[in-house]
């Protein structure tokens, strides 16, 4: 089945720095998607990329697609605390129902 | 800005009671879905409903489990007999049609506890 699976699992840095998560899938897929979701609360849709895009930015984030190695990588820079949340990675398909297949995510923990 | 809406925030039942969550799809949309996220886990894929019916499903989404579109804003999700392992949040989505490179919108979930 089509999944995203993100590394690494935990990430841990100070404000500032740079944080990058990686994200593998194992089928086609028409477009990936990053979210970030505080403890215990919703889905914040952050970047959507198509598979005919190769990078996409938004404010401090950038994401990134190789669709030959069916990985991307979600950068964020110039991290903050607020940037203290997980952050999941999510495939859509190319059946009918164009569900959304989500990764296990990332925790990342900025430091003040 | 148009967005997805769910209630309640938070449902608690007992144990084989039957719970119905509800959502407001944005108004144009014409994809449905229901996900749910057990506490720690990732978020699971259970349905999606286009053109009334189901479209797609999970193998989480059992007999015990229905969804229905009773009038042109609701969506909802029943549980007919609840067990302790439905304990989750739970997320409906939706997502504009003629196009597969459309954006999710997902609602701020319902917390669903049982006891």
């Known amino acids: 089945s089509q999944q995203g699976e993100e590394d690494p699992q935990a990430l841990s840095i100070q404000e500032g720095e740079n944080a990058t998560m990686n994200c593998s899938y194992k089928?086609?897929?028409?477009?990936l998607q990053w979210y970030r979701q505080n403890s215990g609360r919703g889905l914040v849709h952050l970047i959507l990329i198509r598979s005919n895009e190769r990078e996409k930015h938004s404010g401090r984030l950038r994401v990134t697609l190789d669709t030959s190695k069916k990985s991307s990588s979600l950068l964020i820079t110039a991290s903050r605390a607020a940037d203290t949340a997980s952050y999941f990675c999510a495939t859509a398909g190319n059946t009918g129902g164009f569900k959304t297949i989500f990764g296990a995510g990332t925790r990342l923990f900025v430091k003040a | 800005e148009p967005e997805v809406t769910q209630t309640p925030s938070h449902q608690v039942t007992q144990m084989g009671q039957e719970v119905i969550l509800r959502c407001v799809p944005i108004s144009n949309h014409l994809y449905f879905y229901w996900y749910r996220q057990i506490l720690g886990q990732k978020v699971e894929f259970l349905v999606s409903f286009y053109n009334n019916e189901i479209s797609e499903k999970s193998e989480i989404f059992d007999d015990q489990f229905s969804v229905e579109r009773p009038d042109g804003s609701n969506f909802t999700l029943k549980i007919r007999s609840t067990k302790l392992e439905d304990s989750a949040m739970y997320f409906c989505a939706s997502t504009g049609g003629g196009s597969s490179y459309n954006e999710q919108f997902f609602g701020p979930g319902t917390r669903l506890t049982v006891l």
């Open positions: 089928t086609s897929i028409n477009n």
